[in-house]
C-alpha cells in the first residue's frame, strides 16, 4: 500500500492591481512573491524570487519618472532600496546567485534540477516558479495576477 500524497499548496503571485485578491488569510497555502513586489506591501510571503542577474538592475533617481527610453536595453527597472530589501527577509530569497546577495537566507535558484524535472520550456521568473513549484512536487498551485510585459 502506497503513502498518500502530502498536500503542498503554494500561490505565485504576481503585481497587477489585484494581486490583492490572493489567499493572504489563508495559512495553508505557501505565498511566493518576486521581484519588487515588496512596494505594494503585501500582507505576507513565504518565499522571495528575483530571477534577474543583479548587474542588470536599473534604479531610477528618486522622484523623478521612468521612461522606457531611460531603462538601457536588457536592464530591469527596480527601485531604490531593492537589494537592501531583499537581504533583511528571514525568508529563502532564490536570485540566481546567492553569494551576489550575501546572507544566509540566500538560495540559489536550482536551474539544472528544474530542467532536469520539468523541461526546459521558461521564458519568465513566473514560468521558473512554477517549473520550481512542480519539481518540488507542490500538489496544488495557484498563479494570481501575473501581467508580463518585456522588451521580448
Known amino acids: 500500500m502506497s503513502e498518500p500524497v502530502k498536500e503542498r ?11 490583492k485578491d490572493a489567499p493572504w488569510d489563508d495559512p495553508s497555502i505557501e505565498m511566493w512573491c518576486l521581484n519588487d513586489m515588496w512596494v ?3 500582507k505576507r510571503a ?9 548587474d542588470k538592475f536599473y534604479f531610477p533617481e528618486p522622484g523623478k ?16 532600496g531593492h537589494v537592501e530589501f531583499l537581504k533583511a527577509q528571514s525568508i529563502p530569497i532564490y536570485v540566481q546567485d546567492a553569494s551576489v546577495l550575501g546572507t544566509p537566507n540566500a538560495r540559489t535558484f ?7 524535472a520539468v ?7 513566473p514560468a521558473w516558479m512554477v517549473g520550481h513549484a512542480l519539481a518540488e512536487g507542490v500538489t496544488e498551485l495557484h ?10
Not at 9 to 19: D, K, L
Not at 73 to 80: E, I, K, W
Not at 143 to 152: C, G, K, N, Q, S
Open 110 to 116: 536550482p536551474k539544472a534540477e528544474v530542467e532536469k
Open 40 to 42: 505594494l506591501k503585501p
Open 65 to 80: 519618472k521612468v521612461l522606457q527610453h531611460h531603462v538601457p536595453p536588457g536592464h530591469f527597472v527596480r527601485p531604490n
Open 9 to 19: 499548496r503554494v500561490a505565485i503571485i504576481g503585481t497587477a492591481p489585484s494581486y
Open 46 to 54: 513565504d518565499r522571495w524570487y528575483d530571477l534577474h542577474p543583479f
Open 143 to 152: 498563479v494570481y495576477w501575473i501581467h508580463l510585459a518585456t522588451e521580448w
Open 119 to 125: 523541461g526546459p520550456y521558461f521564458a519568465s521568473s
